[in-house]
């Protein structure tokens, strides 16, 4: 069980935390990728050049062609990074059942997967947003991962007698990943009008109180209750 954990942790950090190496620690094609990933978080693919990235990442602008052969090679080794990151977050915090997670009801959501194991810098949330907002192939894919993952948490929940699965579960699957997806997008909003990033440790503790509260009571339930 030990060595099963010790890999599980390193495939993580492998996966998610190449923010947290410095650029000389780093090879010069995941350089490019990771440049390339904050770049297109902020401005979109679209507004982003093979220039821009290549000043990013220090390198010179054929070492990208060599690489990823075209700026749409690129935008692919991007997606394909950030599904591999979602799919290694959520299939660890479901494992888990919320063990660690920072919700009072325990209950493991991607807003859990970002705020416990991703770096606070991490652009993989903001690529997220602009994924799913923008649409596309890779928007649709991830919108019916992130469904599929919604859903078999309820199972979950259900089969632990935490919730009930209501009179229609596509639905109530579809509601509790929405819930998190409007935090994802909308994120830099809600820390203008909240006073802190929703996704880090205060701002999940605070979120988190208020959304099972309303869960458990409604929005009729007295303040403070357990």
Known sequence: MKA?????????????NVGLLTPDDRTARARIRDEALRLFAERGPDAVTMRDIAAAADVSPALLIRHYGSKDGLVEA??????SALEALLNKVTRQG?????????????????????????????????MLITGGVVGSALFARLYAI????????????AAEAGDDPAVRAAFLMVNDLAVLTLRRHLAEVLGVDPLSTAGMSR???????????????????T
Not at 4 to 16: E, G, N, R
Not at 78 to 83: F, T
């Open 150 to 161: 919604s859903k078999d948490a309820l199972g979950s929940m259900v089969a632990a007698g």
């Open 4 to 16: 099963v954990a010790l890999s599980d942790a390193k495939q993580t950090f492998t996966i998610v």
């Open 98 to 130: 919320g063990d660690n997670g920072l919700q009072p009801a325990g209950v493991p959501t991607m807003l859990d997967a970002f705020a416990l194991y991703l770096p606070p810098d991490s652009a993989i949330p903001d690529y997220l947003g602009r």
């Open 207 to 225: 979120w988190a109180t208020e959304v099972f509260a309303i869960y458990r009571d409604g929005l009729t339930g007295s303040s403070g209750s």
């Open 78 to 83: 991007v997606d394909n990074h950030v599904l």
